[in-house]
């Protein structure tokens, strides 16, 4: 028998997602005033100031601009979806129709089966259940799946 702990704390959650939004916000704009940070999020100007710092404690936040750490953020499963339209004579608009879904990290296309392949991030198995669901839906494509493990490199500079 599978035990279970107690249901997850609806104010966590809460806490969890405008942290989350604050990062993507700062990722967007890193030189975003503690005020329009707070307008964006429904906080105060003080209270922003506070989760930023803690953020920043965390090392969530390591400078302004697009240095954020998914893992710690809240996204710690990275997923590669190979895209393939169900229809061959369908227009090739599949990056402008995924373009919105904010956890599609990147888009290749490329030769072979699959005309393109998405780096994605999502926190979840079932969130990313939810988003293969949307990209098929917005694109009219099949997909297919790999789940990274581990990555021991990324990103490493070209000697």
């Known amino acids: 028998m599978l035990a279970t702990g107690p249901a997850p704390d609806s104010r966590l959650s809460a806490v969890e997602k405008i942290d989350r939004q604050i990062l993507r916000l700062l990722a967007g704009d890193g030189r975003m005033s503690y005020t329009d940070l707070g307008k964006a999020t429904g906080l105060s100007t003080s209270a922003v100031h ?3 710092k803690r953020l920043e404690e965390r090392g969530l936040i390591t400078g302004y601009g697009a240095s954020i750490d ?6 710690p499963l990275t997923a590669f979806i190979s ?4 229809e061959a004579a369908a227009a090739d608009d599949y990056p402008e129709r995924l373009a919105g879904i904010e956890e599609i990290e990147s888009c290749w296309s490329v030769a072979g089966d699959e005309s393109y392949i ?3 991030r999502v926190a979840l198995p079932a969130d990313l259940e939810e988003l293969l669901a949307r990209i098929r839906a917005a694109a009219n494509v099949s997909t297919r799946t790999t789940i990274v493990l581990s990555t021991p490199y990324e990103n ?3 000697p």
């Open 118 to 120: 998405l780096k994605v």
């Open 50 to 52: 506070q989760r930023v």
């Open 83 to 86: 895209v393939t339209p169900i």
């Open 156 to 158: 490493r500079p070209m």
């Open 70 to 75: 998914h893992a710690k953020a809240g996204r």
